[in-house]
């Protein structure tokens, strides 16, 4: 793990806390600030850090584990898994992700945040993204 | 008579000093235990509460002062106990009702929290002086050892408030080591606080230096416990003993006081409608910290809405009494 990556959640928002942990440790894992082989804090650790139920770090952490991403051993530390290059999502995934992102557009418009803003801000987060 | 005078005045004011810098050991967002908005300190609205406190303590002092003087000077070593704890529980009185005051200008506070993702840490490498405070008793002993025929068959333990003997104890193995290995118990006690706060806490610089602080006492309690242990053989002036506790409660109060007001004071969010009594007693059940860093002061308070503070405590209570219990047959 390069530096000490960070991860940041709204105990006020109204995404549930354990979706907010799995997109932040996603963003990490994509952004390559954790690598794999990796190891991740414990439920534990990261629960009492955040004020949150175990549950609701061991929910994130599963469900980190169903996308690929982490490896999970019953008393060991989380550990992050190497998941190579997925291959191209199915066209039924890919209508999911343009439903939601419809919505957050919508969201970023009815804001006020103008439609060449939103299309720079998605274009450029897709390459800092990049593998 | 004049001892008993002065003992109760040194008190007296040591309590009435701690009650009115109990305001100030708080950090800047923090006003007598009520998150508030920064510069509210300075609202002629929070001067108002301040100065209320202030004249509320001040008076229960002058009250119980004068009260001391009107008792027989026969009841005095009945009464001093009594009015210190009348002078601790009314003030306590006065803080709570500055918070409730307070409540009516509460801050919401954000609800964001961060989690660093490096590994879980290890303790700091400084606790290895742990050992030093361990190494000082075992001097002790090795010299109460060394020295065995010189202690008399009885030797006086305890003092009255005029410094007369009024507490003995025999020369046997107990009565002789008792308080190297009572230091030795309660040393290990507060390290094992320490370790524990440590690991149910949440991640924060105020770790390490709770840990410090803990560590600093328990060089504090050596020195206390090699002096009592020495009692066979040395009559060290008990003025000493007392001057160091107060010079290290001195030091330690001044010292939070510094750290809770540096600019960079890590504030531990922790909601408001959880901090009970005086934003002093935290209950959350929905928080799994054991240990949560305190509004009032510097340092940690147990979350009572975690079950395992209650073990904790529960425990440590348990083991102070069974030190106690093994170290009081000892005296005669």
Redesign the interface.
């Known amino acids: 793990m390069s530096a000490t990556p960070k991860i940041r959640i709204d105990l006020n928002s109204s995404i549930p806390a354990y979706r907010q942990i799995v997109d932040a440790l996603r963003v990490l894992f994509v952004e390559g600030r954790i690598l794999p082989g990796d190891s991740l804090p414990s439920v534990r650790r990261i629960a009492l850090d955040l004020g949150v139920h175990f549950n609701t770090v061991g929910e994130a952490y599963r469900q980190l584990a169903l996308e690929g991403w982490i490896d999970l051993q019953q008393g060991k530390s989380a550990v992050v898994r190497d998941r190579g290059v997925p291959p191209p999502a199915p066209v039924e995934q890919v209508k999911q992700f343009r439903s939601r992102l419809r919505a957050f557009v919508a969201e970023a418009r009815s804001s006020g945040i103008a439609s060449a803003r939103i299309a720079e801000e998605l274009k450029s987060l897709a390459q800092e993204l990049l593998p | 008579m004049t001892a008993l005078w002065i003992t109760f005045a040194v008190n007296c004011i040591f309590v009435t000093a701690l009650m009115l810098l109990m305001p100030y050991i708080s950090r800047p967002n923090v006003f007598f235990g009520v998150h508030v908005a920064p510069g509210f300190r300075r609202t002629p609205e929070a001067r108002l509460i301040l100065r209320q406190y202030r004249l509320g303590v001040l008076a229960i002092t002058a009250v119980l002062f004068v009260a001391f003087a009107l008792f027989p000077q026969k009841s005095w070593p009945a009464a001093l106990p009594i009015l210190l704890v009348v002078q601790l529980v009314s003030s306590a009185t006065f803080f709570v009702r500055a918070n409730r005051q307070a409540r009516a200008y509460f801050a919401p506070q954000?609800?964001?929290?961060?989690?660093?993702?490096?590994?879980?840490d290890g303790l700091p490498a400084f606790l290895w002086f742990a050992v030093v405070p361990y190494l000082i008793l075992g001097a002790v002993a090795f010299y109460l050892h060394q020295h065995w025929d010189a202690i008399p068959a009885r030797f006086p333990v305890h003092w009255d408030a005029n410094w007369n003997p009024n507490g003995w104890s025999a020369k046997s193995f107990r009565g002789v080591y008792g308080p190297v290995f009572f230091g030795s118990g309660l040393i290990t006690l507060i390290l094992g606080l320490g370790i524990v706060t440590f690991f149910?806490?949440?991640?924060s610089n105020t770790r390490r230096s709770v840990l410090a602080i803990i560590l600093a006492t328990s060089f504090f309690l050596a020195l206390v416990f090699s002096t009592v242990g020495l009692l066979p053989l040395h009559r060290p002036h008990i003025w000493i003993t007392f001057a160091l506790a107060l010079v290290f409660a001195a030091v330690l109060i001044f010292w939070s006081i510094r750290k809770v007001a540096e600019p960079d004071s890590e504030t531990e969010?922790?909601p408001d409608s959880f901090w009970y009594a005086a934003g002093s007693i935290y209950c959350n059940p929905?928080?799994?910290?054991i240990f949560v860093q305190k509004r009032i002061g510097y340092g940690y308070t147990l979350n009572f809405g975690n079950r395992w503070s209650w073990v904790f405590m529960i425990g440590f209570i348990v083991a102070i009494i069974a030190l106690v219990t093994l170290v009081a047959r000892t005296t005669h």
């Open positions: 954000s609800g964001l929290r961060e989690a660093d993702l490096r590994g879980d149910g806490s949440r991640r969010i922790t929905g928080d799994p910290a």
